[in-house]
């Protein structure tokens, strides 16, 4: 099984997740972030940017590449383990609410009077790192998911801007490569991903 078959098996499932993702609760989050992950990758896939042949192209892949290893990370780290499903998502919901009230707080919110407005208690919500749910991963899976966190890891580093070129020069004193993913590969890991957490959810229970 080639690394693009993945892509296009996922892409083949996409009535089933569209099914899903009209669901309550972790299934339908799982539809639609599967959905949110394939229209994005398949934009960047359709485009010649994805061969990150220059420095904007790389800056721009990895960001939106970050976002998917996020989306990724906690649809493993909710189904990872069904006795703890549910549990798993409304710790996800609470980090919602944790972001939302933050964003809510701000005094200069756009559009304020047609947003929903947050809780007072949400700010003290827990909210779950990407680094914590990763440890947590790497218990249950060992080290099957170490490709996913070095992956997170890049593209976090870009996407906050620590590969400007005047970075590297004034700490080394010189030219510096960067590692560039290849966003192919991947996207093509995150769909196998996705189609492995779709087999089980099927095997469960033909939702």
């Not at 998911?145 to 005047?166: C, E, K, M, W």
Request: charged share 25%; hydrophobic share 40%; aromatic share 12%.
């Amino acid at each position: 099984m080639t690394a693009t078959d993945q892509f296009a098996l996922l892409e083949n499932r996409l009535a089933t997740l569209q099914q899903l993702a009209e669901k309550i609760g972790p299934v339908g989050c799982f539809g639609q972030e599967a959905l949110r992950f394939y229209s994005i990758a398949r934009a960047l896939k359709a485009s010649s940017a994805l061969a990150n042949s220059s420095r904007a192209e790389r800056q721009i892949n990895h960001a939106l590449g970050r976002t998917l290893f996020e989306g990724l990370i906690w649809v493993l780290y909710i189904f990872s383990n069904p006795a703890e499903r549910v549990s798993r998502f409304n710790e996800k919901l609470d980090t919602f609410r944790h972001e939302y009230a933050k964003l809510w707080g701000e005094a200069l919110l756009p559009g304020r009077a047609q947003l929903e407005p947050a809780d007072a208690s949400w700010k003290s919500r827990e909210k779950k790192s990407v680094n914590g749910l990763l440890k947590q991963l790497e218990k249950e899976y060992g080290n099957n998911l170490g490709q996913l966190y070095v992956l997170y890891r890049i593209a976090s580093f870009d996407t906050h801007g620590n590969s400007l070129p005047i970075l590297f020069e004034e700490v080394f004193g010189k030219k510096c490569n960067f590692s560039t993913l290849d966003c192919s590969l991947g996207f093509d890991f995150i769909a196998q991903m996705y189609l492995v957490v779709l087999a089980d959810l099927e095997g469960v229970s033909k939702v």
